[in-house]
């Protein structure tokens, strides 16, 4: 069991390693659009099924409450979280409206949408895209394989091609820490410590 920890150990990191000599540039860019939409006033909105309904509302904890830094919270809203609205939209529309229904109405030009899914291809996830566009809302997608239509769909595109959902989920949460960073750093500059640094004793390096 510990030569299999380990080899997926590295194969976890050798994602990460991929993602960050390609998904750089993106990650830049969808900080830049989330940052310009606090300093309008604006919010996040976030969007997923299964382990991404998990990041969407993690990722809206880091925001709302505090990434390192101490500061104001920011506006997020993960759209996975209230059961009554969830279940009503199932029920009396479809369940493939549960995002799209609450982007409608919580959503305004000048937010952003982050869609995350692992196919790239969630009926729900993409019918909250195409709501999205219709509000005036940039969307920022996490998806995983070939991107499938989400990435497509989408303004910036963050698609992590590991063929299992698993290794998928691992980079996005990943990049969506560093998304969190990224904007807390640029908009409470004062308010940022700097990344902590670990010391590991020597027994506990060893086996």
């Not at 500061?71 to 939209?89: E, K, V």
Request: charged share 20%; with cysteine; net charge negative.
């Amino acid at each position: 069991m510990r030569e299999e920890g380990k080899a997926e150990l590295a194969e976890s990191a050798r994602w990460h390693e991929w993602a960050a000599e390609h998904l750089s540039e993106p990650l830049a860019r969808a900080a830049e659009v989330v940052i310009a939409a606090y300093r309008r006033g604006g919010k996040v909105l976030l969007c997923g099924n299964g382990g991404s309904a998990a990041d969407s509302q993690h990722l809206a904890a880091e925001l709302v409450g505090r990434y390192r830094g101490e500061r104001p919270p920011l506006s997020a809203i993960a759209l996975t979280t209230d059961t009554s609205a969830l279940t009503a939209i199932a029920n009396d529309y479809d369940f493939n409206e549960v995002f799209a229904r609450q982007v409608l109405a919580l959503g305004i030009a000048g937010d952003v949408l982050v869609a995350l899914s692992t196919s790239g291809s969630s009926p729900n996830v993409l019918n909250a895209v195409t709501a999205a566009r219709e509000r005036g809302l940039t969307v920022v997608a996490l998806s995983g394989r070939d991107g499938g239509p989400l990435a497509q769909q989408a303004d910036i595109a963050l698609t992590v091609p590991a063929s299992t959902s698993d290794r998928v989920q691992e980079v996005h949460i990943t990049l969506g820490h560093i998304l969190c960073g990224l904007v807390e750093a640029a908009l409470f500059p004062e308010s940022v410590a700097p990344a902590p640094h670990v010391h590991v004793s020597r027994s506990a390096r060893e086996p």
